[in-house]
């Protein structure tokens, strides 16, 4: 017996032993959500205020778990994949940790004693992070006609990603050939402002654009970026960011799985584009452009899949889509924003230890280019994107032309925009060639019912409109004209002067220019031999691949090497027509002629018809002859031949028109045919008088008793009161004009109407006598005014030969009055005009659609006259 409880007790001693040595049992997460944001957002909320909540250098990660069984534990761990984030007493069954940077992990808890530990199966825990750490990446095929290719040059391959292109387009970040581009720019991010600041906003979709906007912005100060369309940015759902419990979908949720699969890519959101623009006009005020600056820091310290700043400013110094905003200051302002933009980005790069690009895209014309000092911009700027393109369009009926030309067109238009002519405006300014990257469309603009063209190039005649569109009138989508505009009475033709392509259809008369791939492989070309950034282009979802293709090819990208292309002729210009008396000593002035490859060239001059005259200088770029006196009018021609370094050569021919000395000649003066004024408005009437001799002019007014003189009696403008008049009156005035010895007079005729509701619309203004007639030979320039039909109008860019009217864009309608619809006239988007009794808008382009009976106009209130 004794023995037998001696081994009983031992057993039982042993596995009471046995059992205290096990390590403790295993934990059990409680179950929930474990999802967490650095960057707190709300996907409810309409404005960014209320969206974009606070922005944490890390956030805090409670867990809590069970223990059913088992051993007690002394000391409990919590691992993040494997690693020890947080340790406590085995006591404890909570935990709370910092975690600071976005991703997926697998939490688990591991509970230990001194003889082993447990761990619970793992969980997953997301930190979401706008650099996308936590989302899967976005790494898709290439699509369409896109194929790969090895950027073997290192050159920029840029493209804008517009986004509203998700709706109607159907274009989403999943469908971008990001593995073939450099830098991606988001289109657009606005700057808040109301009334006065955002007025450019407020012709798109009837003004509805306006008001999107001022929703987002409801909150914030003026002069901050924001989000034009949270929805489309960070709400719909999209491939990788379906799942509506993530905090981040939308184009931005994509963009940031997008960075994950190619985090070389540099994605840039584009503050302005063309109807976004204006705030930028009210930043002369430091103070309002220092809200501006430490907006778009905290808005890459929000969303850090943005990789800096591209500014689309168009355009410094007027001729942009709100042509009241502009002057001489905004080249200065924009250096200046410039720099600030870069010292905040610098800042930026010391906190996050990153790098941030700053870039901007700006117009090709050489009086835009001529606003800024891009010399003094580019030292804080990584490229210049210089949109060489929308040079023609269907804005100008009348003049056609290369919207994309390389060079000069051969059937040389009164306007003479190329990319390379651009080009060289910045390198004469300083530019650096590295900084500057060269602009490639997507798309193409065009012109229908084009006709009274010679030499079978259509590109010489005019058009009655704009080629029905893609998407607007005029513009079409790269792969809508290889789709829908092939076959069927269409060719492609090929400006080799230009390195311009252009499509045709002799029979339907309508033409579209674009740039097929022969035109863009010779823009990287250029790009190659000329040490430029590389190349951009606008639109990414217009193009089927072939464009992106081409672009790579031009650079060097394909299989082979790609030569750069063979050497072009120098183009002559030996300048305008001159009309001159003899005795005199003309100059010839050929400084206008150029190389497209910046060869040296070589000048000749030669009289080609007339009296011999002694010609001096004749190599140089500039000649000079004497022209005898004459005692009738004689002609004579003179041809300029340039030649390159490797002989090739083109010549241009001006003519000097020698008219007969002429004794003392009379004045000439001009009066408006008519002036319209209301019943005791005060006016303005101005003369246009000149002295072929040079003579000086007195004036002498001849008004009647119904007219009060203000002013100006003895001089070229003369102000007067109206009488009160019940009904419309008819006055004559009349001036006369003496050099001393001879006169002239003209005349003008008064309509003075009462003031009534109901009264007929007048079609004229009064100021239209106070500046100089508009004529199709002068040379124009963005902010110059004009009198033509009466009206008052002023030039929004540089034209010539472009007639003033409602149809023409590069003019403005200076005259507040209130015209009413007319059938033969042609309206564009935002013109207002009376009819039947009441106000109307037009929506977009048209030319005898009357108000009230279709889609095209906007019924906007009752019309204040007949």
């Known amino acids: ?72 534990a002394e000391t409990v761990n919590v691992l993040l994949d494997g690693q020890v984030v947080w340790s406590g007493e085995g006591s404890l069954s909570n935990a709370i940790f910092a975690v600071s940077e976005g991703g997926m992990y697998k939490m688990s808890v ?75 720019l988001y289109a657009f991010v606005p700057i808040c402002g109301g009334d006065g600041i955002n007025d450019s906003l407020k012709q798109i979709e009837n003004g509805q654009s306006f008001n999107v906007l001022q929703t987002s912005c409801d909150g914030q100060q003026d002069f901050e970026v924001s989000i034009h369309d949270p929805f ?26 997008l960075k994950r699969a190619y985090p070389d890519l540099t994605i840039l959101p584009s503050i302005g584009g063309w109807t976004l623009s204006d705030p930028f006009y009210f930043m002369h005020d430091a103070s309002k452009r220092q809200v501006f600056i430490n907006s778009v820091k905290a808005y890459l310290r929000t969303w850090k899949f943005f990789d800096g700043v591209d500014i689309d400013w168009e355009y410094p110094g007027g001729g942009g889509a709100n042509a009241n905003l502009g002057d001489e200051k905004d080249g200065e302002l924009y250096v200046t924003i410039m720099q600030e933009l870069r010292t905040m980005l610098d800042e930026l790069e010391a906190e996050t230890g990153r790098e941030y690009q700053l870039t901007s895209a700006i117009g090709v014309a050489a009086n835009k280019i001529d606003v800024v000092d891009y010399s003094q911009a580019q030292q804080y700027m990584d490229y210049i994107f210089l949109m060489s393109y929308d040079m023609f369009g269907a804005w100008d009926l009348n003049i056609l032309g290369h919207q994309s030309g390389l060079y000069e067109a051969s059937h040389q238009p009164a306007v003479t925009h190329t990319a390379d002519r651009g080009v060289n405006r910045l390198l004469q300014q300083g530019v650096s060639p590295a900084k500057i990257a060269l602009g490639v469309p997507m798309y193409g603009r065009g012109w229908q019912g084009v006709t009274d063209y010679t030499d079978d190039n259509p590109m010489t005649g005019k058009a009655t409109g704009p080629i029905n569109g893609t998407w607007e009138a005029g513009m079409l989508d790269y792969r809508d004209i290889v789709d829908n505009h092939s076959g069927s009475g269409w060719v492609t033709r090929y400006d080799q002067q230009a390195q311009a ?143 390159d370094e490797s002989g090739l050569s083109s010549s241009d ?61 003895g001089s070229a403008t003369l102000s007067l009161n109206a009488p009160k008049v019940e009904e419309s009156v008819e006055h004559g005035l009349s001036l006369s004009v003496s050099d001393g010895d001879l006169l002239s007079s003209a005349q003008t005729r008064i309509v003075v109407n009462p003031i009534s509701e109901g009264e007929e619309c007048r079609l004229t203004d009064p100021n239209a006598g106070n500046f100089e007639s508009w004529s199709a030979t002068n040379i124009y320039v963005s902010g110059e005014q004009v009198s033509h039909d009466n009206l008052v109008w002023r030039a929004k860019w540089w034209n010539q030969g472009s007639e003033p009217s409602l149809s023409a864009t590069q003019w403005q309608l200076v005259s507040d009055i209130e015209l009413s619809w007319n059938a033969d006239l042609v309206f564009v988007g935002g013109d207002e005009i009376n009819h039947n009794g009441r106000r109307w808008k037009a929506r977009w382009w048209n030319q005898n659609s009357e108000p009230g009976i279709n889609q095209v106009w906007d019924d906007i209130g009752v019309a204040s006259c007949e």
């Not at 996907?43 to 059913?68: C, L, M, R, T």
């Not at 999209?238 to 949720?253: I, K, L, M, T």
């Open 1 to 72: 017996m004794k023995a037998f409880n001696y081994v009983t007790c031992l057993t039982s001693l042993l596995v009471s032993t046995s059992a205290l040595s096990a390590p403790p049992g295993k934990a059990v997460i409680d179950w929930g959500q474990h999802t967490y944001q650095l960057v707190e957002i709300d996907k409810e909320k309409n404005a960014y205020q209320e969206i974009v909540g606070s922005v944490h250098d890390s956030v805090g990660v409670p867990v809590s778990w069970q223990v059913w069984s088992g051993e007690p």
């Open 110 to 184: 591991q509970l230990c004693n001194t003889d082993g530990c447990s761990e619970s199966e793992s969980v997953d825990l997301t930190i979401a992070d706008t650099d996308g750490s936590h989302l899967e990446p976005l790494n898709k095929p290439l699509q369409e006609k896109n194929q790969p290719y090895s950027n073997k040059t290192g050159k920029v391959v840029a493209s804008y990603f517009v986004e509203w292109g998700i709706y109607g387009r159907g274009y989403t970040v999943d469908q971008i050939p990001a593995q073939n581009l450099t830098h991606l």
């Open 232 to 257: 489309a940015a960070i709400n719909k759902s999209q491939e990788n960011v379906s799942d509506y419990a993530q905090p981040y979908r939308g184009n931005f949720g994509q963009l940031m799985a």
């Open 501 to 643: 392509s252009y499509r045709w259809n002799e029979e339907t008369k309508e033409l579209i220019s674009f740039d097929n791939k022969e035109a863009v492989k010779a823009k990287g070309q250029y790009v190659i031999q000329h040490g430029l950034a590389g190349l951009f282009s606008w639109e990414i979802d217009a193009d089927n691949g072939e464009v992106l293709n081409a672009m790579h090819e031009g650079l060097g990208h394909g299989d082979g090497d790609t030569q750069p292309p063979s050497n072009s002729a120098p183009i002559a210009n030996a300048g305008d027509d001159q009309s001159v008396v003899g005795p005199a000593d003309v100059i010839l002035d050929g400084s206008r002629s150029y190389d497209p490859d910046r060869d040296n060239i070589s000048y000749t001059w030669q009289q080609t018809s007339g009296d011999n005259l002694v010609l001096t200088d004749s190599n140089n770029v500039r000649a000079s002859v004497s022209v005898p006196a004459t005692d009738s009018p004689v002609s004579y021609g003179f041809s300029l031949m340039v030649t």
């Open 653 to 713: 021919v001006v003519n000097i028109t020698n008219q007969v000395a002429q004794d003392n000649q009379p004045p000439t003066v001009t009066l408006p045919v008519e002036i319209r004024v209301d019943s005791e408005e005060t006016f303005s009437v101005t003369a246009q008088a000149s002295d072929p001799d040079g003579n000086a002019l007195t004036y002498s007014w001849n008004v009647g008793s119904e007219f009060e003189i203000v002013s100006g009696q």
